[in-house]
T-cell receptor, first 112, second 116 residues
Framework: ELKVEQNPLFLSMQEGKNYTIYCNYSTTSDRLYWYRQDPGKSLESLFVLLSNGAVKQEGRLMASLDTKARLSTLHITAAVHDLSATYFC????????????FGKGTHLIIQP | DAGVTQSPTHLIKTRGQHVTLRCSPISGHKSVSWYQQVLGQGPQFIFQYYEKEERGRGNFPDRFSARQFPNYSSELNVNALLLGDSALYLC???????????????FGPGTRLTVL
């Protein structure tokens, strides 16, 4: 059974700082997704990572995937208040139709 | 273009009742998946439907059922509601069968179900 673990689960940081959210998954997965959720809102797709060594960047967010270590990271550079949200990583147990398995989410608060 | 739409947005039911939630996928998308998100947790997969057939099922009791219509919209039904069914129910659509392909799943705004 695929399990996805994120850490930290809660993160409070100051604007302008850098930080990394970690996502470990327990069994082989050939793709990794990152989503953002604002309070009371639905999930917004950020990144889809498809292969070992994949790196994607959008603005101040950069995601990477190491399939050998079963680890994905979401790096935040020079954080701004607008990035405050809950971030989820999710994996799919390769080739099945059983949907995504999500981590518990990282609740990120960025303070001025 | 319209995104994934869901109705109703909020719903209050009592224990033992039945509920039907509805979802319309993005135009052209043929796959619809349902997820349950309990407060403070990540979404948990319930079903995936593709071309009107169930293609995947998560670890939920038989009280949960769903179907997909010829226009690719979908309904999620929950019978004999329990307090623990209180959650945000999210619908996601993708062009092809999610899992076999790498298509991104796009999520709707959700239906907030409260069971009293």
């Amino acid at each position: 059974e695929l399990k996805v673990e994120q850490n930290p689960l809660f993160l409070s940081m100051q604007e302008g700082k850098n930080y990394t959210i970690y996502c470990n998954y327990s069994t082989t997965s050939d793709r990794l997704y990152w989503y953002r959720q604002d309070p009371g809102k639905s999930l917004e797709s950020l990144f889809v990572l498809l292969s070992n060594g994949a790196v994607k960047q959008e603005g101040r967010l950069m995601a990477s995937l190491d399939t050998k270590a079963r680890l994905s990271t979401l790096h935040i550079t020079a954080a701004v208040h607008d990035l405050s949200a809950t971030y989820f990583c999710a994996a799919n147990s390769g080739g099945g139709a059983d949907g995504l398995t999500f981590g518990k989410g990282t609740h990120l608060i960025i303070q001025p | 273009d319209a995104g994934v739409t869901q109705s109703p947005t909020h719903l209050i039911k009592t224990r033992g009742q039945h509920v039907t939630l509805r979802c319309s996928p993005i135009s052209g998308h043929k796959s619809v998946s349902w997820y349950q998100q309990v407060l403070g947790q990540g979404p948990q997969f319930i079903f995936q439907y593709y071309e009107k057939e169930e293609r995947g099922r998560g670890n939920f009791p038989d009280r949960f059922s769903a179907r997909q219509f010829p226009n690719y919209s979908s309904e999620l039904n929950v019978n004999a509601l329990l307090l623990g069914d209180s959650a945000l129910y999210l619908c996601a659509s993708s062009w092809r069968l999610a899992g076999f392909f790498t298509d991104t799943q796009y999520f709707g705004p959700g239906t907030r179900l409260t069971v009293l």
